[in-house]
């Protein structure tokens, strides 16, 4: 069993930059690729980037590639996402997940944090 939880959400202007956090409970945590994903009002949730149980390998969705940067650290059982020069399309409820695998499918994750929101205003 793993718990999810995100902090870092909040208001900023285009351009701006703004940090996610995901905690997470338990001692199988190192053992979970992770996942970012975000949901916008009226839209199916999307993949944003994932990184595998050892953060040597990473995948981002190409929406945000060049501007996130998903990594982590298993010492705090922590898992970041960086996000830069934001977009008001970026704007959206966004999610931390754990799957036994490294994908971007979001049906393969099995334990799903609350979500944060992230508005990015014009």
């Known amino acids: 069993q793993v718990q999810l939880v995100e902090s870092g959400g909040g208001l900023v202007q285009a351009g701006g930059s703004l940090s996610l956090s995901c905690a997470a409970s338990?001692?199988?945590?190192?053992?979970?690729?992770m996942g970012w994903f975000r949901q916008a009002p009226g839209k199916e949730r999307e993949f944003v980037a994932a990184?595998?149980?050892?953060?040597?390998?990473?995948q981002v969705a190409d929406s945000v590639k060049g501007r996130f940067t998903i990594s982590r650290d298993n010492a705090k059982n922590t898992v970041y996402l960086q996000m830069n020069s934001l977009k008001p399309e970026d704007t959206a409820v966004y999610y931390c997940?754990?799957?036994?695998?490294?994908?971007?499918?979001?049906?393969?994750?099995?334990?799903w944090g609350q979500g944060t929101q992230v508005t990015v205003s014009s």
């Open positions: 997940a754990a799957s036994s695998i490294l994908i971007s499918i979001a049906p393969e994750y099995r334990y």
């Open positions: 990184i595998s149980w050892s953060g040597g390998i990473t």
């Open positions: 338990g001692r199988t945590f190192r053992s979970y690729a």
